[in-house]
């Protein structure tokens, strides 16, 4: 015959057996359950722009409306890459 597994409930110290629900907790009062807040999921308080939204007025009202300078490298940056380069070849050539 095999034998019963149980074990103690560690709320009411009460022994179990394995697989079914302890009585000496179902004995214990319940606490009530807080009644649940159905919340309204819409986006009425967000205060997100409506659907006329024009970005271009908003960047030139936040940004200005200058133009932006152009992204690049100044010319004495290329002048040093282009003597660095030559340095290098130069020095290439040296040790031939």
């Known amino acids: 015959m095999p ?3 149980t074990y103690q409930c560690p ?3 009460s022994e179990v057996r394995v697989g079914s629900p302890c009585l000496g907790c179902a004995k214990l009062p319940r606490k009530p359950q807080k009644k649940r807040i159905q919340l309204d999921h819409s986006a009425d308080g967000l205060d ?3 659907e006329s939204f024009d970005y ?3 960047v030139a009202h936040e940004f200005g ?3 932006h300078r152009k992204l690049g490298v100044k010319w004495y940056w ?3 890459g282009v003597a660095l380069l030559i ?7 040296r040790l031939k």
């Open 65 to 67: 409306s200058a133009p």
């Open 56 to 58: 271009d007025a908003f």
């Open 48 to 50: 997100l722009p409506d």
């Open 3 to 5: 034998k019963v597994l």
């Open 78 to 80: 290329w002048l040093l």
């Open 11 to 13: 709320f009411c110290e």
């Open 87 to 93: 340095g290098m070849v130069v020095s290439l050539f």
